[in-house]
């Protein structure tokens, strides 16, 4: 199987390949940009599943901010008492012993 030899298949293919033109448009067609923003810009409403999504979303921020803010406080106090109280629920401790 010699490449090189001018009557191997792929040597015609190749150089065929080479000699021939493109001649195809290039340009985007009249319209284009146009049909495309519609198409990107005049969505129609979601669908009902999209939309329960999002009321769920901002109910469970909405949670999320309320519930740190009710616990605001004892955040602020920092409660966690001394080494004393944190030993006292420490699993290791227990089962070890002092």
Do not use: I, Q, Y
């Amino acid at each position: 199987m010699n490449l090189d030899d001018p009557r191997h298949p792929w040597t015609r293919l190749t150089a065929g390949a080479r000699s021939a033109r493109d001649e195809r448009e290039t340009a985007a067609p009249f319209g284009f940009a146009t049909r495309l923003s519609a198409l990107a810009f005049g969505r129609k409403p979601g669908a009902l599943v999209e939309r329960l999504a999002l009321r769920a979303l901002g109910l469970a921020c909405l949670l999320a901010v309320l519930s740190a803010a009710s616990n605001f406080s004892v955040l602020r106090l920092g409660s966690v008492g001394g080494e004393e109280e944190l030993a006292e629920d420490d699993p290791v401790v227990l089962l070890l012993g002092d």
